[in-house]
Structures are given as structure tokens and as C-alpha cells.
């Protein structure tokens, strides 16, 4: 593989949409959210670990992570943050390393919400695309999809790099702030770009 995009933006910024349309032209995607929900669903590699650190209450009654649970726990508290992190890290990034090594497509995407935030990516990949938006576009995506409230969604965009910094950051970007269709037609483009790229070498 001699290509590797790193996909980032904030939450609600239009990641998942962007990676499916990669992926349709021909890209190999690797979600860490995706492995990061493989974790820690029922009897999960990581399940162990988090109920040994947090007890009970945060683990289903299936052996699965209680999402809503640790959701408020972790973002009203760096502490506990910062343990889960220490938990899933490295088995998202060790997985995504098992992954990478067997791309076969003309290159190949990572998306990480938290790339520009966390160690252990960069080494792997070759540039950053982050998808953008407007704080009002995040915020009323997010309460559309999960049904979190406002409060919720702000705090986690608060433990995430501003727009401002991610965009510093970019090698490429995509501005999420119009319909679907200018979406694609920007993954377009930078996917001719990216082969352009390869084939450079």
C-alpha cells in the first residue's frame, strides 16, 4: 500500500458519509469507531478490561458496554476519560495495524475521529483529509442521528480539537456544508487526486 489517508473532523461533520463514498469507488476504509463498537459489544476483547476498571453499572446485562452510561460518565469526567482511552487505544490501533497490512486497493483511508487529538496514527498514515462543517451543522446532525441532547454533543465536542486547529492540521479538506451530492462530488476529486498521487509514487 503505498498510500494512506487519515479521515478526521469533528463529531456530526459528515465522516461515515465520506468514507462510504471512498469506499464506493474503490478505497479500502477502516472505521476505528466500527472496531471500537467490535470491542466493546457483547463479551467484547476490550469488556474485561472496562468492567475490571469501572465496575458493573457500565457493563450490559449481555456482557456488552453500557454505552449511555459510560457516555455521561466519561464526559463529565477527564479522569475517567482518560482511563477508557488508555483501555481502547491501543487495541483499536493494534487492530487497525492487523487491518492496514492487508489493504489491496488503490489506497487506503483510516478514519479516526480522534487522529489529530491522539497518538499512534500518524506514523501511519501520509495525509490528513478532515471533513468540515459549521458548529450549528455538527450539533443538529448529532441530535438528528442519536437523539443526544445539545449539552451532551457540546461536551464531546469539547474534548475534541476546534475547528479551527483540525483545519491547521489538513492536508486536504472537504466542507460538508451543503448537500449530499457536493459531498460526493468532492470525494470525487480527491479521489483523482489520490491515484494521481500513487501513481507518483
Request: hydrophobic share 40%; net charge neutral.
Amino acid at each position: 500500500m503505498s498510500l494512506i489517508i487519515g479521515l478526521t473532523g469533528g463529531i456530526g461533520s459528515g465522516k461515515t458519509a465520506a468514507a462510504t463514498f471512498f469506499a464506493a469507488l474503490g478505497a479500502d476504509v477502516i472505521d476505528t469507531d466500527v472496531i471500537a463498537h467490535e470491542l466493546t459489544r457483547p463479551h467484547g476483547a476490550a469488556i474485561s478490561a472496562v468492567r475490571q476498571a469501572f465496575g458493573e453499572r457500565y457493563i450490559t446485562e449481555d456482557s456488552a458496554l453500557n454505552r449511555k452510561e459510560m457516555r455521561k460518565l466519561i464526559f463529565s469526567d477527564d479522569d475517567s476519560r482518560r482511563k477508557l482511552e488508555a483501555i481502547l487505544h491501543p487495541l483499536i490501533r493494534t487492530e487497525v495495524a492487523r487491518r492496514a497490512a492487508l489493504f489491496c486497493g488503490p489506497y487506503g483511508l483510516i478514519v479516526v475521529p480522534l487522529l489529530l487529538e491522539t497518538c499512534g496514527y500518524r506514523e501511519m498514515i501520509h495525509r490528513v483529509l478532515v471533513v468540515d462543517c459549521c458548529e450549528y451543522d455538527q450539533i443538529a446532525r448529532t441530535v438528528g442521528r442519536t437523539g443526544m441532547d445539545e449539552q451532551t454533543v457540546r461536551a464531546i465536542m469539547a474534548t475534541q480539537l476546534s475547528r479551527a486547529e483540525r483545519l491547521q492540521q489538513a492536508d486536504d479538506v472537504i466542507s460538508n456544508d451543503s448537500d449530499i451530492s457536493h459531498l460526493k462530488q468532492q470525494v470525487e476529486a480527491l479521489h483523482s487526486k489520490y491515484l494521481a498521487l500513487r501513481d507518483r509514487g
